[in-house]
């Protein structure tokens, strides 16, 4: 089986929904996507000044940052922060509609806007995405 090329992913969620998260990170787990990620999200909820330097350290050190967008996650003041410090140092930005069946309204700014399922992730997460 070949190696798997490690992805730093920078996930951005409201803290609030941070379970979505974690069942990104098992599902990326999965043999057939092929890459290993990193994730170098925030483990705190409020955006202070500490947090907005401990964010903007680890963006820096991903090669990609990906929203989970839920239904109230628009409204998030710290994933607003984190897409704003993403665009700064010029990240590429993604969103996925984590929960199915609701509304979850885009993140301003936060660049394409991917439905959750294997092949997105895929070309997200892949070696040959574009976005």
Not at 9 to 22: G, S
Request: charged share 35%.
């Amino acid at each position: 089986m070949p190696r798997k090329k490690r992805k730093r992913a920078y996930i951005a969620f409201r803290y609030e929904e941070r379970t979505l998260k974690h069942y990104l990170k098992g599902q990326l787990r999965n043999r057939s996507v092929g890459v290993t990620v990193s994730d170098y999200s925030m483990k705190e909820a409020t955006p202070d000044s500490k947090w907005k330097k401990r964010a903007e350290e680890r963006i820096k050190r991903a090669n990609q940052v990906v929203v989970l967008v839920g239904p109230t996650t628009h409204n998030a003041r710290g994933v607003k922060e984190e897409v704003k410090i993403a665009r700064r140092l010029g990240k590429p930005v993604c969103q996925i509609r984590a929960v199915k069946g609701k509304q979850c309204p885009r993140v301003p700014g936060a660049g394409r806007y991917y439905r959750w399922t294997h092949a997105n992730l895929e070309k997200i997460f892949g070696t040959t995405k574009k976005h």
